[in-house]
């Protein structure tokens, strides 16, 4: 069984320009998760769907990030404009669904560098 | 809001070494799980840990979790360079609607 895939793999861009990342999550995952890693740092949430409702963004900042999951399958986030502080990893995690935490399985995730 | 304390943030040690890393915070959690993340890859779950001073054991990995529900740990046996990695505890709160991470322990092994 495929896990969740992440588009692109490494991303390079100078700040003020935009950006957007895309994931794919494990086949009958109704639960979708954006983390951002920080080096050094453990993932802290993003935003969290259930289906295609945005069932927690209370950690996303909404003057430049936004995010989408049309049709309850893949999602993407997307960063506009991008600052000095948005470099890190962004992973996507997927889980069976429910409003409790279940294992989540993680994507490779997407390293971005803004320069 | 809760936090997880992992510690240490670093550590270096020779092949068949034992190990021990820490997660504490002062909240109670409904449950703790330990991920181990590889350079280049997303973490993945070694193992949950529910009931307060439940033990788990994965070949030699041994994880514990509080009488308290507050802390856990993670002790590794004879360690090997294949242990290397980014270690993470991260706890479900009360309501089991969240899962907060700690910022982990970056564990190197040497031969």
């Known amino acids: 069984e495929a896990g969740v895939v992440q588009s692109p793999r490494y991303k390079i861009i100078e700040k003020k320009q935009p950006v957007a990342f895309w994931c794919n999550p494990i086949?009958?995952?109704?639960?979708l998760y954006w983390y951002r890693q920080n080096l050094g740092q453990g993932p802290e949430l993003l935003i969290r769907?259930?289906?295609?409702?945005?069932?927690?963004d209370s950690q996303l900042p909404k003057d430049r990030f936004s995010a989408e999951r049309l049709k309850g399958v893949d999602s993407t986030l997307k960063i506009q404009p991008a600052e000095l502080g948005d470099s890190a990893v962004y992973l996507c995690?997927?889980?069976?669904?429910?409003?409790?935490?279940?294992?989540?399985?993680f994507g490779p995730g997407t390293r971005l560098l803004v320069l | 809001t809760q936090l997880l304390e992992q510690s240490p943030q670093f550590l270096s040690i020779q092949e068949g070494e034992n190990l021990t890393v820490y997660c504490n915070s002062s909240?109670?959690?409904?449950?703790l799980q330990w991920y181990r993340q590889e350079p280049g890859e997303g973490p993945v779950l070694l193992v949950t840990?529910?009931?307060?001073?439940e033990v788990k054991k994965l070949k030699r990995l041994t994880f514990q979790f509080g009488d308290a529900r507050k802390d856990s740990s993670l002790h590794i046996t004879a360690a090997q360079t294949g242990d290397t990695g980014l270690y993470l505890c991260?706890?479900?709160?009360?309501?089991?609607?969240?899962?907060?991470f700690g910022k982990g322990t970056t564990l190197s092994v040497s031969s």
């Open positions: 909240s109670v959690f409904s449950s």
């Open positions: 840990v529910v009931t307060g001073g």
């Open positions: 086949s009958g995952h109704n639960t």
């Open positions: 991260a706890g479900v709160d009360q309501a089991g609607t969240a899962l907060i």
């Open positions: 995690a997927s889980s069976l669904g429910g409003l409790r935490v279940e294992t989540q399985y």
């Open positions: 769907y259930e289906n295609e409702e945005a069932v927690d």
